[in-house]
């Protein structure tokens, strides 16, 4: 329950409670000392009251005429609302107000049963020859003390309220001042997870969180040195790759070609000279010949896919589209449609080795493992970006995917440039999405040929 409040009411929540509990204290402090201290203060008038009645007792004891002078005594007392005197048979009970008006209103009932208004009043006898003629009343009128107290106390929650509202007000604002750089901090974060490290997170909000800004932005800038270095290193990997390809492909092209070639034109030769009669000589040559032939189409094959031969003399985009072409020539039953951006010929080192053999291995692995009848490829410069789609209606990838040698290869090439790649199943078709940094210069050389 705790851990999922905001941080905003785990600080008012316990606030409130406790300007609640000291409201409460209050009010009960008010219930247990009022009645006590109401007591004590009508205390002395009690006793005036008490000595009254004295007097007045032996005044009437002494007195020729004690009717007359208790009279005189009532009227002199005239409408003193304190002491007062009730003839026998009147009614003597003295009860507390119910109700109390002020200059304010009238005090709630609650507060005046909150404050439990001892029983302060009290009759004195008077008596004259020994018979009782008569009270003295003592009924102070509480209603003053009780607006006092009610006073006091409206001070007290009126004041009590005040501070808890600016309270509140007070942390709502620290909190706002603290949620918000904790919040740059979480985005910024992110934004490093998401690969950006460019960013820095704005060091503001208290020390604590500030200094726990300065370091993400130091985590960031160490985050980008090693991105750099990565990139760098795996431009190294694919550019060595690419020289080990070459190199290869010189070999193939250059040793084993003319060996074949040699093998080749000697058994045309050979077979041209067994006569007719060896049979079975002329068609171990005729098998010789079959293997040659294989090999030689098997050496081609392979030299196709070590080295993308044609970018520099032919440009990108044909060299794709003879890429495509080949690709046909394998699989004749595959509906194979295209759309290659005439300006990809503007691009080339690395970028377009890059291109090239993202489309060829994905349109050999669409020709080995999609089992599809379409295949389409999409190439094309799009604002500052190279977005490379090859796409089939094929099985699709396995639920576990597992990144082969193609697969991997590719990414790593992607990654050098700072590119993405994208493995996806879209609308029945399997697809492979390749987005790079296409480079101010192709960026350029594009928006000029429109
Ligand atoms: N177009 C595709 N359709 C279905 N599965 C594919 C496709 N492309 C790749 N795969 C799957 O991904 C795996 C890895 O491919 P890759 O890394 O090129 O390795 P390889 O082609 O050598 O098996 C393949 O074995 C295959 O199962
Ligand atoms: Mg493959």
Redesign the pocket.
Known sequence: MWESLSLRTRLLLPLGLMFGAALLLGAFSLQIFAPTQLLEETEPAARAARSVAAALNGALQTSANPHATLDAFVQSLGTSEAIGFRRAGAETDVHPPTEVRTPLGRVPHWFVHLVEIPEVGATYPVTIEGMRVGNIVFAPDMSADIYEKWVGFLAIASSGIALMLLTGIIAHFVVRSALGPLQNLGDGLTRMRMGDYEHLIPATGPPEIRKSSLEANELAHTLRRLSQDNRSLLRRIVSLQDDERRDMARELHDELGPLLFGIRANTVALLEAIPPDKAELGSAAEGILQSVETLQQANRRILDRLRPLYIQELGLERSIQTLLQNAKAQARDLALTSEIDARLNAIDGLLSQTVYRVIQ??V???L?????DSLHVRAAIEDRELVVE?S?N?????AD??????????LERVRALSGTLL?LREDGR?C?RCRLPAGDSVAAAATTET
């Open positions: 291995e994905a050999t692995n669409v080995r493992h999609a089992r599809a090859i089939d094929g099985i699709g990838f396995p995917p597992r990144l082969g040698r193609g697969l991997t290869g590719m493995l399997t492979v």
